[in-house]
């Protein structure tokens, strides 16, 4: 994958994430914002921030969560930015770390 090929894929899973979050944000207390690239999860009570941004010289997507930190790396395979020791993708991790925060009922 070249520069190139990273910036649009990594632009259109976080633009897909920010979406659904953004609908999900409505029913549960947090508040999604994507900005310069990065898409941040806020949530008020107790105070945390998780933090998904690209990674362009090492082309991958990174988050920043549960006072954690997680690597994801592009998988042709699966079309998928994941998390290689868990075989996570970006959506299944994302969604398991705002489980963790809220509860196992959230869906997004």
């Not at 953004?22 to 999604?32: N, T």
């Not at 933090?51 to 998988?75: H, T």
């Amino acid at each position: 994958m070249d520069d190139r090929d990273f910036e649009r894929q990594a632009e259109a899973a976080l633009a897909s994430l920010y979406g659904r979050l953004a609908a999900a944000a409505e029913e549960y207390e947090f508040d999604v914002d994507f900005n310069a690239g990065a898409l941040t999860v806020e949530f008020e009570e107790p105070r945390e921030k998780f933090v998904v941004s690209p990674n362009g010289p090492v082309r991958q997507i990174w988050i920043s969560a549960l006072v954690k930190s997680f690597k994801l790396d592009w998988s042709e395979p699966r079309g998928a930015f994941v998390l290689a020791a868990a075989g996570q993708s970006l959506d299944e991790l994302l969604a398991s770390l705002m489980r963790t925060r809220l509860g196992p009922g959230f869906a997004f």
